[in-house]
């Protein structure tokens, strides 16, 4: 906000807009976004004075479907647009992230949704979790991933990053070697979604 006051304008940026829209890609119903590799469970209504300024500045309609679910706060008042639009439910559809490693699975009839994780390793903050997914239905998390606790707790190494306690496959009691996986295709209609992933040489 301030560059643009002062003749830079960051929100003409495309790479600001996707900061903004990209998360809201990627979040299950409620906001929640997954706890892939090293982080912790999110949920972007807690940002949502932050993205209230983006929706005054870009007027993306997919940013305006996530405000008014809570008092509005500081930043949003002295930020955001005068008046909040109309909530609409926002209306999201599955979609491949190719580099970053993720298929997003939806259905248009209930908030059931999926998210696959086929990418990159992700260096030391990485899990050895290829084709792992966490799961979303009724309100609430179906399939879990264990996230991250401090990095200090003993059990960071042998359980978070650990292949066992993902949802994925554990062959021989053996985790996955570190790799980067492959999409190899997705598939739906109005009655299903699908896709097929390689988790590479993990």
């Known amino acids: 906000e301030m560059s643009t006051r002062n003749g830079y304008d960051l929100w003409a940026e495309p790479s600001l ?13 409620d906001g929640t976004l997954a706890p892939f590799n090293d982080s912790r469970s999110a949920n972007l209504v ?10 005054a500045r870009l007027q993306d309609p997919l940013l305006g479907a996530w405000l008014g679910r809570r008092d509005r706060s500081r930043n949003g008042l ?5 008046t909040l639009p109309n909530r ?15 298929a997003v699975l939806r259905n248009d009839v209930n908030d059931h949704a999926l ?8 260096g030391w ?4 979790d290829k084709l792992g997914f966490v799961s979303f239905a009724s309100g609430g998390f179906l399939g879990l991933d264990p996230g991250t606790q401090s990095y200090a707790a003993p059990t960071h190494d042998s359980w978070d990053k650990v292949t066992l ?3 994925t496959v554990v ?32």
Do not use: C
């Open 171 to 202: 062959v021989d009691q053996v985790n996955q070697a570190e790799a980067t996986g492959q999409l190899l295709w997705t598939a739906g209609d109005e009655r299903f979604q699908a896709a097929r992933a390689s988790a590479g040489p993990a």
């Open 125 to 128: 903050h990485g899990h050895y």
């Open 88 to 102: 609409e439910a926002a209306t999201l559809r599955s979609e491949t992230f190719l580099e970053s490693g993720y």
């Open 17 to 29: 807009r996707k900061m903004f829209n990209l998360p809201l890609r990627m979040s299950f119903a």
């Open 78 to 82: 002295f930020w955001g647009p005068s």
């Open 46 to 55: 807690n940002y949502d004075g932050l993205y209230e300024m983006a929706y």
């Open 165 to 167: 306690s993902h949802n």
């Open 115 to 122: 998210i696959l994780k086929f990418g990159p390793h992700g």
